[in-house]
């Protein structure tokens, strides 16, 4: 991935140069994490530019920033707007979106109640996470050393900056192991879910995915999944999963905004199945790669178009 230095940035409330947007070191989240985030995409579509399941995002945004007391000086609807406008203005016809709303400056201290809530939405491009050869052939994983967020400490449901030091622990150690992603499991031991990405799991053409009182963050490329594997006429399972289950599966995979839909095939180096992409991941990617390039019929209205770029 890479940044462009010629894009603009949407900085509360206006649409300002790259270059200028930047926060005081002094800036309550830089010290606390007292951030929420969102991570959306936007495709090109065979009609034109779409962003993918926006209001669902905006959504969780927006509940992620109450868990916090944070009150956005946006309403839901703004914030919206603001996210395709800044889309648009950039010209990117498919890019990922990072909405961030953060305490800034004011004091520091732990009550991050003094400080204001300011936001800003960044875009920029970014391909497929783990490249074409990821999304056809898998990646390998391993389960991590290091636990999700317990219930009550850090609160899962809610997509916050804090949250993501566990991920990074866990992905570096992923990488540091060789792995492309590691699965975490939560502090009962029962299966999670990946740094920055839900798991499904594929056993006798049902499909299983951990249950929402699992440390997860219930995603929403996970609903997509959920919603696109009934459609194909497979039974959906949100359960408790415990660990050896990942080792008996025909099948797993990933997903999330970032790594789209993301065959595992192998889990602590014992291969799922036959080491292939399986058959309902397959045909799960089928149906999520067709409605985002607009080849598969748009049925449940997941994307948002995005007016012609404004010429630069
Ligand atoms: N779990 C976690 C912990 C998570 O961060 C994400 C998104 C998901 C599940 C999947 O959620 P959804 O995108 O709504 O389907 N992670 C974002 C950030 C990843 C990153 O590498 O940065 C993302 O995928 O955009």
């Known amino acids: 991935m890479a940044f462009s230095e010629q894009g603009k940035v949407w900085m509360n409330g206006a649409l300002v140069a790259w270059k200028d947007a930047t926060v005081h070191v002094a800036a309550h989240a830089l010290h606390y994490g007292t951030g929420i985030f969102e991570g959306i995409r936007a495709y090109e579509t065979r009609n034109g530019s779409a962003i993918y399941r926006l209001p669902e995002h905006m959504r969780r945004l927006y509940d992620s920033c109450r868990v916090y007391r944070m009150e956005p000086r946006w309403s839901v ?17 498919s890019c990922y979106i990072r909405p961030l709303v953060y305490r800034g400056l004011e004091q520091l201290g732990l009550d991050p109640r003094p400080c204001p809530v300011d936001a800003t939405i960044i875009v920029w491009e970014w391909s497929a996470m783990f490249g074409a050869e990821g999304l056809e052939k898998g990646i390998d994983v391993g389960v991590s050393s290091w636990t999700r967020l317990a219930p009550n400490t850090l609160p899962a449901m809610a997509k916050a900056s804090a949250n993501y030091a566990n991920s990074a ?50 995603g929403i490329t996970r609903d997509s ?8 006429g497979y039974e959906v399972r949100e359960t408790p999963i415990p660990r050896e289950f990942l080792y ?11 790594v789209e839909v993301t065959p595992v095939r192998s889990i602590d180096r014992i291969t799922i199945g036959s080491g292939q992409r399986g058959p309902v991941t397959a045909a799960i990617q089928q ?19 995005v007016p012609a770029p404004v010429s630069r």
Request: proline share 4%.
């Open 169 to 218: 622990l866990i992905k570096m150690q992923a990488s540091l192991d060789g792995y492309g992603e590691a699965i975490a499991l939560d502090e009962s031991g029962m299966v999670s879910e990946g740094s920055g990405q839900n798991l499904f799991l594929v056993r006798d053409q049902v499909v299983y995915t951990p249950a929402i009182s699992s440390s997860i963050l219930q």
């Open 248 to 258: 008996m599966a025909d099948e797993a995979f990933f997903c999330g905004t970032a």
């Open 287 to 305: 149906q999520f790669f067709g409605i985002i390039k607009g080849d598969v019929p748009d049925t449940h209205h997941w994307l948002t178009p």
């Open 77 to 93: 609807d703004e914030m919206t707007a603001a996210v395709v406008e800044t889309v648009r203005a950039n010209g990117f016809p």
């Open 225 to 232: 999944v959920i919603v696109m594997a009934r459609d194909l």
